[in-house]
């Protein structure tokens, strides 16, 4: 716990927070930082770190949540498995109240269907030694920090010739998007924070042709004030300072400039890259995991036929922007009135990773 608390120290944080701003005296304009995580939206609005710092400091979320970007087709593909009488679908708990096109998971629970949350893919492999007679149909949403996990229970079946365990396969990809969002062009980012966990796995190297490519500063930073303070700190320098953009890491505890070899080597065992389509980015080139032909057999979409509607979307959400970052929760005529954590209409609201439902709990504006 002291290691914990060495890293919300109070006088520290406002040492750093006084540096940020005061190299910001005299800097013309705003300068826009984008996190392109769910884990750091909420650490930012919980520590309250933006109070501290220049009003020069603009701060946009991203694309950081797996579950918000993950489009209606792919939710509606899962509420069409969980309507089989055959079927039992097992997901992280965030999946659950998504809304689809016309429905949800937790609908379809309460309606009779089998949806078990689950804490690890693993357990996804116990359900399916316990009903041979189902198709166990585990829910692969998430980026490059579960992938591995995903993988790793996919030669697990396979070694335990597991025979009625599935995944549908919606794993993302973070670097992708970070360029989409460049390309677009759509709104002005002057630096990125690097998301820790993802970078955990794949290292510093993604970001690098990025960062060569566009000229936008990079950093690697952790989930405590200090942490970030540091991090945006060292992103205010390269900006300020006209430093050539680079990647810096500040979470250098955690985070390998190589990353996790190991994890990294599951991935690319189990899965390929393919384009995938992003909820408010569209088809991505090369953003997405599907599963390789050698473990087709337990690839969901290519072993479980069924009727998917056809995908719509709400008409006055906007989710999508919110994630692209162009428009902020309180633009939306919804947010906190038909549209909150019990009643959520879009899934920035459901998600605990999401940036509606971070607006919510942290800043009612």
Request: with cysteine; hydrophobic share 35%.
């Amino acid at each position: 716990m002291k290691y914990i608390t060495e890293y919300r120290n109070k006088d520290l944080s406002h040492k750093i927070a006084d540096r940020i701003n005061n190299l910001l005296n005299g800097y013309k304009g705003k300068i826009s930082l984008m996190e392109v995580c769910g884990t750091h939206t909420h650490a930012i609005f919980r520590s309250g770190i933006m109070s501290l710092l220049s009003d020069k400091i603009e701060h946009l979320s991203g694309p950081g949540c797996p579950v918000c970007v993950t489009p209606n087709k792919y939710i509606d593909t899962a509420i069409a498995y969980s309507r089989l009488g055959d079927t039992i679908i097992t997901t992280f708990g965030d999946m659950i109240k998504v809304p689809g096109s016309t429905s949800s998971l937790e609908k379809e629970k309460a309606s009779g269907s089998k949806v078990r949350i689950i804490y690890s893919p693993l357990e996804s492999l116990e359900i399916a030694k316990k009903n041979p007679e189902k198709k166990i149909v585990f829910l692969g949403v998430g980026f490059e920090t579960t992938a591995p996990l995903v993988a790793s229970t996919i030669l697990s079946a396979k070694d335990e010739n597991i025979k009625n365990f599935f995944v549908l396969s919606g794993h993302k990809l973070i670097p992708p998007a970070m360029t989409a969002l460049l390309e677009s062009k759509e709104i002005k980012i002057d630096g990125f924070i690097c998301p820790g966990h993802v970078s955990a796995i794949i290292g510093e190297g993604p970001y690098r042709p990025i960062v060569k490519k566009y000229g936008i500063p990079s950093v690697i930073i952790g989930f405590e004030p200090l942490d970030l303070l540091e991090g945006i700190e060292m992103l205010t320098k390269q900006i300020t300072q006209r430093k050539k953009p680079s990647v810096e890491n500040q979470y250098k505890r955690v985070v390998r400039s190589e990353g996790n070899k190991k994890a990294l080597t599951l991935i690319d065992k189990v899965f390929d890259v393919k384009d995938s389509p992003w909820r408010g980015l569209g088809l991505l080139l090369k953003s997405g995991l599907s599963i390789k032909k050698a473990y087709a057999k337990f690839d969901a979409e290519k072993n479980i036929e069924c009727e998917i509607e056809k995908t719509k979307e709400h008409p006055e959400c906007i989710c999508g922007k919110v994630l692209m970052g162009t428009k902020k929760p309180y633009d939306c005529k919804l947010y906190s009135k038909t549209c909150t954590p019990e009643h959520p209409i879009g899934p920035c609201m459901v998600s605990s990773e999401g940036t509606c439902a971070a607006y919510y709990k942290f800043k009612k504006e």
